[in-house]
């Protein structure tokens, strides 16, 4: 199973982007899809989840980050809008991934993308 992350990159503050990652390989099924992001200097938090009910959000970027999926097409999309400085970090996508239609779910992870925002 691979993660393919895309999007990300320089904004200005107040600024959006938006964040894609396709699931692709040999699998039964995915349970939840998601984005992490990392800051220098700190721990990889949970951006958004979202799974076959509603998403789930931190705190920090409820009202202005949407995450969305497209089960049909294995992706998950991340719409980030009214950007911060504070949302500055490494964004990674995240998925469990049920490879039998047997046994629980495994974790994989993307390869991380970029998000900068500075004037």
């Known amino acids: 199973v691979q993660l393919q992350a895309s999007g990300g990159g320089l904004v200005q503050p107040g600024g959006s982007l938006s964040l894609s990652c396709v699931a692709s390989?040999?699998?039964?099924?995915?349970?939840?899809m998601g984005w992490y992001r990392q800051a220098p200097g700190k721990q990889r938090e949970l951006v958004a989840t979202?799974?076959?009910?509603?998403?789930i959000y931190t705190d920090s970027v409820k009202g202005r980050f949407t995450i969305s999926r497209d089960s049909a097409r294995n992706t998950v999309y991340l719409q980030m809008n009214s950007l911060t400085p504070e949302d500055t970090a490494v964004y990674f996508c995240?998925?469990?991934?049920?490879?039998?239609?047997?046994?629980?779910?495994?974790?994989?992870w993307g390869q991380g993308t970029q998000v900068t925002v500075s004037s």
């Open positions: 979202i799974s076959r009910s509603s998403p």
């Open positions: 390989g040999s699998f039964f099924s995915i349970d939840d």
């Open positions: 995240n998925a469990r991934v049920r490879l039998r239609s047997w046994g629980g779910p495994l974790n994989y």
